[in-house]
């Protein structure tokens, strides 16, 4: 429902800034839902939080990693369901210094 209305998560759609058109799309989004405008945008929000959460995670590989369970499946199609937001949502920089901690080799 969000997806189709990109207006909704990108910042630079010409539409993003029509307040009227969001809260109307919301309104929307909640009666489809059964639930209110309000419930609507706290339900993405909470989604959207959770996706960047888990794109910025590290996944340990190889034996050091958790069996697979049932778990991994649905994370993996939350991921997939959620990839529309993937260049929207801040990511967690890599980032490296020069910091020298004083100590001699």
């Known amino acids: 429902m969000v997806e189709a209305r990109g207006y909704l998560y990108d910042p630079s759609h010409e539409m993003y800034s029509n307040r009227d058109l969001r809260k ?3 309104a929307e989004i909640g009666n489809a839902m059964q639930i209110t405008e309000k419930q609507a945008q706290v ?3 909470y989604l959207r939080d959770q996706y960047t959460r888990r ?5 340990p590989s190889g034996s050091g990693r958790k069996r ?3 778990n991994d ?3 993996k199609e939350f991921l997939r369901r ?3 937001l993937s260049g929207f949502v801040k990511t967690k920089r890599k ?4 910091y020298d901690d004083g ?3």
């Open 43 to 45: 339900k993405y929000t």
């Open 73 to 75: 499946a649905i994370e």
């Open 55 to 59: 794109k910025n995670e590290v996944v």
């Open 95 to 98: 980032t490296s210094g020069n």
């Open 103 to 105: 100590q001699i080799d």
């Open 68 to 70: 697979k369970s049932k």
């Open 24 to 26: 109307t799309a919301w």
């Open 82 to 84: 959620m990839s529309f």
